[in-house]
């Protein structure tokens, strides 16, 4: 008998703890990871914690607030996953914290996996019971996700037709009006047609997506816009045609790959990404292109965990630094890679 107490000690030790671990509500969660000193440490404290919540509806409300970070921080595809395991939990909005549905969180899953060029992910959540809503809103965006997924998908700008026919649809009825800036906005950035850069500023002066046309804001630098093939500014040239290319151009990437790993142990070399493409083809296209218009231009290639290779292009900065106003000047968007 006696050789049993220390174990049943033990045990009764273990039940006290677990009885006595703090439970915290969102709202707790949420203040006190405001408090940390940097989007990193808020986004850590709020992963160690978010399953000691005190109800399903706090640890709802943990993950969407976890999600809204992690999107902020263009952390794209950890925000998906908070929103969608967010939306799996059958449960309403927690004390003090911000009101979403379920197919609002949806949504925001679909929306961050095409941040992160996920459309694989993105079309496995549209089409769950969201396609089904009883919200015109919802529907709407519904509508419009899915045709963002096909131009993700389309590797020509003979691949887009249908989609930006479909758009064009959508621009002119009553259904899509919860979406008609963004249905414009995404009319004029792959056909650079004036006409709808005009009935935005006619119908939505204060959009967020009248602001990008008229070039007070930027669009965000997210793999969804180097996904998509489209016509430059004249609207007679595509902007990642496919044509074949001489294959020196493949050598003169190479060459380029190399003469960076000589140059870097030397010093660090800032690059700059214009483009981000699944065609090999493309990617040659663009950097022959940007070589032409002077820019050290060069391609790379990027395996993601799902087993898919894209091509980045990418154009080392000058010692000024001033590349990136060059590319803009020069009709391209571009961010700096890590």
Not at 96 to 120: C, F, H, W, Y
Not at 167 to 178: E, N, V
Not at 292 to 321: C, L, M, P, Q
Not at 325 to 333: Q, V
Request: proline residues 3%; glycine residues 4%; neutral net charge.
């Amino acid at each position: 008998m006696k050789k049993l107490l220390p174990l049943v000690f033990f045990s009764a030790v273990c039940f006290l703890n677990a009885q006595n671990q703090q439970k915290f509500t969102a709202y707790e969660l949420r203040t006190e990871s405001l408090k940390k000193d940097n989007a990193s440490d808020s986004i850590l404290y709020l992963k160690s914690n978010i399953e000691n919540t005190a109800t399903l509806s706090d640890k709802r409300s943990a993950l969407h607030f976890l999600g809204r970070l992690q999107e902020m921080s263009s952390l794209y595809s950890d925000a998906s996953y908070s929103y969608a395991q967010a939306a799996g939990i059958t449960a309403g909005d927690a004390k003090d914290m911000p009101k979403v549905s379920s197919e609002q969180l949806v949504l925001d899953a679909v929306r961050t996996s095409l941040n992160a060029g996920e459309t694989a992910n993105a079309r496995s959540y549209l089409n769950s019971a969201v396609r089904s809503s009883k919200d015109a809103g919802i529907l709407a965006y519904v509508n419009l996700y899915t045709v963002w997924c096909s131009l993700c998908e389309a590797e020509t700008v003979e691949e887009t037709t249908d989609s930006i026919e479909l758009l064009k649809a959508y621009a002119s009825m009553k259904t899509m009006q919860p979406v008609k800036p963004q249905v414009l906005l995404t009319l004029w950035y792959l056909t650079s047609e004036k006409a709808y850069s005009d009935i935005l500023k006619a119908e939505f002066p204060k959009s967020p997506e009248t602001a990008i046309v008229n070039g007070t804001v930027q669009i965000a630098c997210v793999p969804f816009y180097f996904f998509v093939p489209r016509k430059s500014g004249s609207g007679s040239e595509e902007v990642v045609p496919v044509t074949e290319v001489k294959t020196e151009v493949k050598t003169e990437v190479v060459k380029e790959e190399k003469s960076e790993k000589t140059a870097s142990k030397k010093t660090k070399t800032v690059k700059r990404q214009v483009g981000f493409f699944k065609a090999e083809e493309n990617a040659r296209r663009l950097v022959q292109e940007l070589k032409g218009k002077g820019f050290d231009a060069f391609y790379f290639e990027e395996k993601r965990s799902g087993g898919t290779v894209y091509y980045i292009v990418a154009v080392n900065d000058n010692e000024d630094g001033t590349t990136g106003l060059s590319l803009m000047d020069a009709g391209y968007e571009s961010y700096v890679l890590e």
